[in-house]
């Protein structure tokens, strides 16, 4: 919503942060709201942004959020009663904020976890923090990042440390590279096990060979020995 407020006019911006411009002038010594007739173009410009702000902030509510601030007036008011109602009071960001900042340093990469998933779990508690008002420098990340890794990581993680600039290295490249080295070690875990796999059918082949030969071979053996048996008969059968 910010960005989009900005985007049309930064000055609109202005009236959630400090309130509705009211322009002011003096008669007799006391301050009294000019009437619109004496405003000049810059004043009158300013004093619309009021209604453009809660043109848009109602544009972007349902008819239940509609209801909710459908009374205030200014859009400050409006902005402040859908911050206090979506994002809690300052007690319930600050107990956020606790429970965030314990999750960031509790943040550990998670059995069979892919660099693509961590990279989500870990940019979600940063944006949340930043947005709480929690400030990080690029080397202070990439260390995190870095140390929350599996051990089998460790030659990717030193590599990087001793030839990157962590200081500069922004936490997008990061990931990046780990992505990238994740894909090859993919790729070279799949080459071993099409390997093995064919070692182990080449094995199974060679044995059920082995085993085809002798039984090949027992069969010539006893047909022999039959032959052999059928001569001995023969020859006493001839002497008898």
Known sequence: MKIFIEYIDRGIWNVIVNGSYIPMSIVNGVSVVKSYDELSEV???????DCVVKNIITFALNLDELFRVSQYSSAKE????????????????????????????LFRMQP??????????????????I????????????????????RSWQPKVTTISETRDLTTFTTSTLFGKLREHELEMTRLKEMETVEKKSRSLALKTKAAYIESSNESSDKCS???NLNLLTKISEVYQAER
């Open 43 to 49: 004043e009158n410009k300013r004093v619309q942004y």
């Open 78 to 105: 409006t902005w402040d009663i859908l911050e206090v109602t979506h994002e809690g009071t300052n007690d319930v960001k600050r107990a956020r904020n606790h429970a965030l900042i314990q999750e960031y340093e």
């Open 112 to 129: 069979g976890e892919t660099i693509v998933n961590v990279q989500k779990r870990f940019t979600h508690i940063v944006n949340h923090l």
């Open 131 to 150: 947005g709480l008002g929690k400030q990080f420098n690029k080397e202070e990340l990439n260390i995190k990042i870095l140390k929350c890794l599996y």
């Open 222 to 224: 006893d047909f022999e």
